[in-house]
Structure formats: structure tokens, C-alpha cells
């Protein structure tokens, strides 16, 4: 992919996620919002074009999550304290999002920090998010060195958090006929929520449970895993990460011991 290609595609992604974009040469000036409340940076993508797969579909999910980092530090506002909280301040309002390993290439960029992030599966991770009165904060590295306490203990207080937004939804059709369904509320937590499906709806999640995670907006599930629900989600999740603006994985997952982990093809042979 020629310079000019990659520079279009990130430009046009940016776009995508309401963000308004002024290319300076082979940089970009981005803001989100208006007025004197805007929030902007100033954004070099050089780094992010030495990653590029030669793969088109992972070079599409790798420039959403660049661009998903950039969108997630300016949704911080201006005058915003929220660096300067400890631990007990921002427990309650910890959540957690899976999200490509680019994505901290973004907030390097538009922040300069580092997001603290705990691995998941292939080039996805989860970063982790301080919940505002009015927009969010990516959590640090640099905060969480500051509040000294341990991996665990931050995971667990923003699964809690997570756990209650979660636990009074239903599994809803994905599409009339099918035996695809999703969870689905619309915070742009839906495949978080993997974290916690579990123990929110354990007398629905047998052996047989099958899920995927197409984009940051969206879980999909089949609560048996038959030759025709198997193939019905992986139709729609492939048909769901092509379109996505924040596209996340193709793979289907199950549950081991409540942990989400990858299934190789023959599994469900």
C-alpha cells in the first residue's frame, strides 16, 4: 500500500469515528467537539504505518485502533482532573473495552502516555477507561504507577462496574430466524462484556455456549454450539467486522472456567 493509500485510509477512518480532520502534509490535525470545549492533537502516524500488516483485513483493524485511541483521549474533557485521582476515586467508575493493540499507538500519539492494558487474545488487548460525569479518561500507566496497587485489584473493580451494567439486559434475536443472538446496550461496552456474561447470565451459559466479538459494539452468542448456529455466527460476525468501524475479531470463543478463550476450527468438529 502506497503512503498516499495509507494516509486516505486513516483519514477516512477518522472521519468515521465524528472526528473532525485537517491533513498537514503527512500529519493530521484532529478535534473532537466545537467552541472553546473542543479537544484537538496533533497527530503523526508514521509509527503506526511501520505496523501496517500487508493483510487487508488486519490493516483495517489495525488503523481503527489508532484511531480508537486518538477518539478515547479526546473524549477527555479540557479541564478535566480526572489524572490526578487515586485509586478509591476512580474504582467506581473503572470499565474495561478490548481493543487493538494499536489503539496505544493512538493514545501515545494524542496523549503522550502510555494506556495501561492487560493482554487478551492474538493482537487485542483491554484497555481500561475512567468513566466522567461528561466523557471518559484512558487509564495510564503513568496513573497506575501513582496508585500502587495491584493488577488484579483494578481488573476486579472495573468487572463490578461492568458486571452491573450488564446483568439486567436479555439476550435479544440478532436476526428474525436465526439462532445467532446478541447483548446488546449501546454504551460501547457490548464486547466487554465477555468479561462478565458468565456470572451475569450463568444459568444460561452451559458447555455448548459459542460467542464473538466482531467490533468494540457488539457480542453475539449461540447458546448451543449445532453445525447451523455455528455457522450463522461466524456468517454474521465476518459480515459485522468488515463493516465496523472499530473492528475487533472474526475468531469465536467459548468459556473455560469463566475465562473467554479463542477456539481452533476443530474444536467444534
Not at 191 to 211: H, K, M, P, T
Request: aromatic residues 8%; negative net charge.
Amino acid at each position: 500500500m502506497s503512503r498516499m493509500t495509507e494516509l486516505s485510509s486513516l483519514e477516512d477512518s477518522l472521519r468515521a469515528r465524528r472526528l473532525d480532520v485537517e491533513r498537514v502534509e503527512d500529519t493530521f490535525n484532529v478535534q473532537q467537539g466545537t467552541g472553546i470545549m473542543a479537544t484537538k492533537a496533533h497527530i503523526d502516524p508514521r509509527r503506526l504505518f511501520d505496523t501496517l500488516s500487508d493483510d487487508e483485513e488486519i490493516r483495517r483493524r489495525q488503523i481503527a485502533g489508532f484511531v480508537n485511541g486518538i477518539k478515547h483521549v479526546l473524549l477527555e474533557p479540557k479541564r478535566s482532573s480526572a489524572d490526578e485521582w487515586d485509586f478509591v476515586e476512580s474504582a467506581g467508575r473503572l470499565v474495561p473495552a478490548p481493543q487493538a493493540s494499536t489503539f496505544t499507538l493512538g493514545v501515545q500519539e494524542a496523549a503522550g502516555q502510555t494506556p495501561w492494558t492487560v493482554d487478551f487474545v492474538d493482537d487485542l488487548h483491554f484497555a481500561y477507561f475512567i468513566q466522567l460525569d461528561r466523557g471518559l479518561r484512558v487509564l495510564t500507566e503513568a496513573q497506575v504507577e501513582r496508585w500502587g496497587v495491584s493488577e488484579d485489584r483494578i481488573t476486579a473493580a472495573a468487572r463490578s462496574l461492568l458486571f452491573h451494567k450488564t446483568r439486567n439486559l436479555d439476550f435479544q434475536p440478532f436476526e428474525d430466524n436465526s439462532e445467532v443472538q446478541r447483548l446488546h446496550a449501546g454504551d460501547d461496552l457490548d464486547a466487554a462484556r465477555c468479561l462478565v456474561v458468565a456470572d451475569a447470565f450463568y444459568s444460561d451459559i452451559g458447555d455448548e455456549f459459542r460467542f464473538a466479538l466482531p467490533s468494540t459494539e457488539h457480542f453475539l452468542c449461540v447458546l448451543q454450539s449445532t453445525p447451523d448456529g455455528l455457522s450463522e455466527l461466524s456468517d454474521a460476525t465476518r459480515k459485522i467486522y468488515l463493516e465496523a468501524d472499530t473492528p475487533l475479531s472474526t475468531r469465536i470463543f467459548r468459556f473455560e472456567t469463566g475465562t473467554p478463550v479463542a477456539i481452533e476450527d476443530s474444536d467444534d468438529d
